[in-house]
């Protein structure tokens, strides 16, 4: 079992930079891939970027040029570096992680934090 914990998201006025982080723990966490999400005000949630355990990492277009994952597998932590924030951005960012092996998925979610991006 692996617990999530975000932190780091606030009110930011556009063009502004806010840090996420995910505490993970409960598990080893470097062979999951990890990623952050978001869901804004009457949306579904979608893809922001994930980081595998290799390190690559994918995007979405919207985030390309402005936002950074990266993880710290000593800290079981992941961060998402997000700047020249739109109000777009406003939304509920949520950390997962995911592992496929060939016995079972493992598909774990963090209670979400609260960016809000306004003037």
């Known amino acids: 079992q692996v617990q999530l914990v975000e932190s780091g998201g606030g009110l930011v006025q556009p063009g502004g930079s806010l840090r996420l982080s995910c505490a993970g723990s409960g598990s080893i966490f470097s062979p999951f891939t990890m990623g952050w999400y978001r869901r804004a005000p009457g949306k579904q949630r979608d893809l922001v970027a994930t980081?595998?355990?290799?390190?690559?990492?994918n995007y979405a277009d919207y985030a390309k040029g402005r936002f950074t994952i990266s993880r710290d597998n000593a800290k079981n932590t992941v961060y998402l570096q997000m700047n020249s924030l739109k109000p777009e951005d406003t939304a509920v960012y949520y950390c997962?992680?995911?592992?496929?092996?060939?016995?079972?998925?493992?598909?774990?979610w963090g209670q979400g934090t609260q960016v809000t991006v306004s003037s």
């Open positions: 980081v595998t355990s290799g390190g690559s990492t």
């Open positions: 997962n992680a995911a592992r496929n092996t060939i016995f079972t998925t493992y598909d774990y």
